[in-house]
């Protein structure tokens, strides 16, 4: 994963897109394999973004994002509307996504 270069299509397209089930759309939410193809990721590990992926297999696509913040902690966002409503309330909210993205990262 390290070696991804962003910018390089090639090297995204073998190296940096993850695929796990991920509970559907549909109403049953019948697990399907959803497409985590990272398009940003930060040369540092400083604060603001450090990598967003873009969410293949639902409805639409969608963006997720890690940040680290000022305090050192990290956040996880959404552009799902999931995420953006329940967001709001809970900042540590997680939808389906950041929960298929992150049971496949090995560590946070
Ligand atoms: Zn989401």
Known sequence: MSAVVVGDESAVSSQG???TL???PDRRST?????FRIVYRSSS????CVMTWLVLGGRQPYL????CT?????RWHCTCTDAVYRGEDRPDYR???IRGLTACLPAE
């Open 64 to 67: 997720v994002t890690l940040e």
């Open 45 to 48: 590990r400083e604060i603001g």
């Open 95 to 97: 939808c389906k996504h």
């Open 31 to 35: 697990p399907k394999p959803y497409q």
């Open 17 to 19: 897109v993850l695929v």
């Open 22 to 24: 991920v509970p559907g």
């Open 70 to 74: 000022s305090t050192g902690h990290t």
